[in-house]
C-alpha cells in the first residue's frame, strides 16, 4: 500500500466522521428541542455526536496536509480552493458554537450543511468536474440557503407534534 492510497483512505474516514457526527448532532437536536429542553440523555448523545465530527476534524486535517507531502496537484484547483473556504468555515463556525458566539439556529445547519459540502468537494476533486471557486460557492450559498430552511422545517414539524402530543384533547377536557 502506498502512502497516498494511506492518506486516501485515512481523509475518508475523517470525512465519514465528520459527516456523519454533524448528522446525529442535527437529529439530537431536533430530538432534544422537541420539548424545548435537553434532558441528561439527549445532552450525552449530543456530546458524543459533537466529539465524534472532532475527531473527524482532526483526522481530516492531517491526512489533508499529508497529502500535501506528497503530492501538490490540486494546488491549481479552484474547487479544492473552495473546499479550504469550506473547511475554514467549518472551524471558524465550530469555534463561534462552542464559545457561544454563534445562535444556534444559524450555526447548526451552516455545520450540517458544510460538512456534506466538504464531502462532496472531495469527490468532485476526484471527478473530471471543472468549476470555477466561485461557481462551487454559489452552489454551496444555495445549499446552506436550502438546507437552512429545510431543517427550520423539520425542527418545526417535530416541534409542533411534541407540543400538541403534550396538550390534553378538547374532548378530555370536558
Known amino acids: 500500500m502506498d502512502l497516498y492510497f494511506l492518506f486516501v483512505i485515512t ?3 475523517g470525512a465519514v466522521l465528520g459527516v456523519g457526527g454533524a448528522t446525529f448532532i442535527e437529529i439530537n437536536l431536533i430530538r ?3 420539548d424545548g429542553k435537553m434532558d441528561p440523555m439527549e445532552l ?14 482532526i483526522i481530516s486535517i492531517f491526512s489533508g496536509l499529508g497529502f500535501f507531502f506528497i503530492s501538490t496537484r490540486y494546488l491549481d484547483n479552484p474547487i479544492f480552493w473552495a473546499k479550504m473556504t ?7 463556525n465550530a469555534y463561534l458554537l462552542e464559545k457561544h458566539k454563534m445562535p444556534l439556529w444559524l450555526g ?10 466538504l464531502l462532496i468537494t ?12 466561485w ?10 440557503m436550502a438546507g437552512g430552511v429545510i431543517l427550520d ?10 407540543t400538541e402530543a403534550a396538550q390534553p384533547s378538547q374532548s378530555s377536557q370536558q
Open 122 to 133: 472531495g469527490e468532485m476533486l476526484r471527478s473530471p468536474i471543472a468549476l470555477a471557486y
Open 86 to 92: 469550506i473547511l475554514a468555515v467549518v472551524l471558524v
Open 11 to 13: 481523509h475518508s474516514i
Open 44 to 57: 450525552g448523545y449530543f456530546k458524543t455526536s459533537v466529539k465524534v465530527t472532532r475527531i473527524g476534524t
Open 108 to 117: 447548526s445547519p451552516l455545520s450540517f450543511v458544510s460538512w456534506y459540502f
Open 135 to 144: 461557481e462551487v460557492m454559489l452552489y454551496y450559498t444555495a445549499a446552506l
Open 153 to 162: 422545517m423539520v425542527r418545526k414539524k417535530f416541534t409542533n407534534k411534541a
Open 32 to 34: 432534544a428541542l422537541r
